[in-house]
């Protein structure tokens, strides 16, 4: 079974340019997050779909960050534009359903910098 | 408000001994409590979770965590570490909320296991 894949792996931009990252779920997972880990800490969650309908994105920056998810497969998320203290590793997972206990599969994660 | 915490950033063990990573919920209701790993440069990996039933949860790699309610906490185990089980590990709560339930990390632990 492929994993969750994301790209790109890295990237580095100066501060006030736009960025976007890629993720492919899990075939068959109805549910996408986002998170946010900035180093030396634990992950945080920006925005959690359940298929194409955004189910929480209380913790998601929404005057810089958006995403999106057409179709129920894939999504994007984008930085417009990018601070400094963006720099961190986003990670997005996936998983069966939202309502249940099932853990979640996290993606290599896209490393950013912003200088 | 929901939250875990991991009282040590760092844990150093000789290989062949006894590990043990600490993790202490707050959480109103039944806690839902999941550890995973991280290794450098790729995504979090599920290892276990306690749901309800037997407090003592037996996950992947010969880890395992014991559930206790009184103190609240939730420590990972393993009784023989690896030089291969260095790395980060998070413990987290999964919070059911009614828009979106999601994972709510800790701060993660680095675990360094010497030859």
């Known amino acids: 079974e492929a994993g969750v894949a994301q790209s790109p792996r890295y990237k580095i931009i100066e501060k006030r340019q736009s960025v976007a990252f890629w993720c492919n779920p899990i075939?068959?997972?109805?549910?996408l997050y986002w998170y946010q880990q900035i180093l030396g800490q634990g992950p945080k969650l920006l925005i959690q779909?359940?298929?194409?309908?955004?189910?929480?994105d209380s913790q998601l920056p929404k005057d810089r960050f958006s995403a999106e998810r057409l179709k129920g497969v894939d999504s994007t998320l984008k930085i417009q534009p990018a601070k400094l203290e963006d720099s961190a590793v986003y990670l997005c997972?996936?998983?069966?359903?939202?309502?249940?206990?099932?853990?979640?599969?996290f993606g290599p994660g896209t490393r950013l910098t912003v200088l | 408000a929901q939250s875990v915490a991991q009282p040590e950033d760092q844990v150093n063990v000789a290989e062949g001994n006894p590990l043990t990573v600490k993790c202490t919920y707050s959480?109103?209701?039944?806690?839902?409590l999941f550890w995973y790993v991280q290794y450098p440069n790729r995504g979090l990996q599920f290892l276990l979770k306690y749901i309800t039933g037997d407090n003592l949860v037996k996950g992947s790699y010969g880890f395992e965590a014991e559930f206790n309610k009184s103190q609240t906490s939730f420590h990972l185990k393993k009784p023989s570490a690896l030089v291969s089980d260095s790395a980060l590990y998070f413990c987290?709560?999964?919070?059911?909320?009614?828009?979106?339930?999601?994972?709510?990390f800790g701060g993660g632990t680095r675990v360094l296991v010497k030859p």
């Open positions: 075939s068959g997972h109805a549910t």
């Open positions: 779909f359940q298929n194409n309908g955004v189910v929480d």
């Open positions: 997972a996936s998983s069966l359903f939202s309502g249940d206990y099932n853990e979640q599969f």
């Open positions: 959480v109103s209701g039944n806690p839902y």
């Open positions: 987290a709560v999964f919070m059911i909320k009614a828009a979106g339930n999601k994972l709510t």
